[in-house]
């Protein structure tokens, strides 16, 4: 299975690759100046073999490489695990007698295992094998002092790196793999959660909330609004003549009324606003952080809105709404604030119909605010 490339945060891990590589050289450069005070070596021919030689190759090396990265826009992980390779070259070649560094050739295999892709160890495999081979053929000395014995105890060596090697990626990519499974089964999970809650709050006809979600919010709303944070009124829609509505025409027009009606309403209210079908042609809305007026004027609009639009399922005829609307205070209660826009709504559909009337208790309160 094709996995993606571990590209999160892996710029920043070239810049920490590159950097250990210019720690690696001052380290060494550091390590000549200690050598040159125990060598046997002439003093000006040590600094002008193992001191400038290196660090002049090596420093040429990184300025390369940091060029490398910063311009060009691909290719920065091959090109640090060229560079570990020709760093552990240069410090191999210069001091063929002590063949212990040998095995810092195996550091660019370490590098290519960051990047948690096949490609890259193999390429560091092959890269490292070159470097072993043109040490061999280059340097004379290393060449006179490694046995066939040395060799092959080298190569078994480079085998054994490159297997612990693999195994690292294929337990990483093991890992990834669960790892992004349960990832994605949690975010199906998520997904069909909030489908599932928004299913359970929403009305399918309508496309409101449902009742449920009414008493939900409407609790919530309330204890902000006895705290004094929130400005909460309740209107409660009616649609007037719905049952007329349904004899003469069938259900299925009543019900492009209804969807019709909600879809104005849902136009005219902003997003801090609730609007739930209560239940039949009975609409309810929660109006927040609105004054007593601001909210009589929109529930104004919503109503002249609504008689003004003409529905094609009832061959051109309007519908009309009547409004009951109160105003909540403090210490209300949630019940009240219901029962006083209930009987607003009352008083206005037997009092002519298509208009909206205000709770008196509710007015009250709103204008003393």
């Not at 560094?101 to 490609?119: A, N, V």
């Not at 037997?350 to 208009?355: A, C, D, E, M």
Request: hydrophobic share 45%; aromatic share 10%; glycine share 6%.
């Amino acid at each position: 299975m094709s996995l993606p490339s571990f590209s999160v945060r892996q710029e920043r891990w070239n810049r920490l690759l590159l950097q250990g590589c210019w720690i690696v050289f001052l380290l060494s450069v550091a390590l000549e100046f200690l050598f040159l005070q125990v060598t046997e070596v002439p003093p000006a021919q040590f600094i002008a073999l193992y001191i400038v030689r290196p660090t002049a190759i090596m420093g040429t090396i990184l300025l390369v490489a940091e060029i490398s990265v910063r311009y060009l826009s691909k290719h920065h992980d091959y090109i640090l695990i060229t560079t570990a390779t020709l760093l552990t070259f240069t410090v191999t070649f210069v001091h063929s007698s002590l063949e212990y560094l040998l095995f810092l050739l195996f550091f660019p295999i370490l590098i290519s295992i960051f990047y948690f892709q096949y490609k890259k160890l193999l390429y560091a495999i092959l890269i490292t094998g070159i470097a072993f081979a043109a040490l061999l053929a280059m340097n004379g000395e290393i060449g006179e002092r490694m046995s066939t014995a040395g060799s092959l105890t080298m190569a078994i060596i480079l085998l054994v790196y490159s297997g612990i090697g693999f195994g690292i990626l294929a337990r990483g990519r093991e890992i990834l793999t669960h790892l992004r499974s349960s990832y994605e089964s949690n975010q199906e999970l998520l997904v069909r959660t909030i489908l599932m809650d928004k299913l359970a709050k929403t009305d399918a006809l309508t496309d409101t909330y449902n009742h449920m979600a009414y008493h939900e919010y409407k609790d919530h709303l309330a204890a902000q609004a006895d705290n004094g944070t929130l400005q909460l009124h309740l209107a409660i829609m009616d649609i007037d003549n719905f049952k007329k509505v349904n004899d003469t025409f069938g259900h299925k027009a009543g019900d492009a009324v209804l969807r019709k009606v909600a879809s104005i309403a849902r136009s005219k209210t902003g997003s801090n606003d609730f609007i739930a079908r209560y239940g039949g042609e009975e609409f309810v809305i929660l109006f927040t952080e609105k004054s007593f007026q601001e909210v009589y004027d929109l529930v104004e609009d919503i109503r002249k809105e609504i008689a003004s639009a003409l529905h094609d399922a009832l061959d051109g005829s309007n519908v009309t709404v009547s409004f009951g609307l109160n105003a909540y205070v403090p210490g209300m209660g949630k019940e009240e604030l219901f029962k006083l826009a209930d009987a607003a709504l009352y008083e206005a559909k037997h009092s002519g119909k298509n208009r909206t009337v205000i709770a008196k208790a509710g007015q009250a309160a709103a204008m003393g605010r």
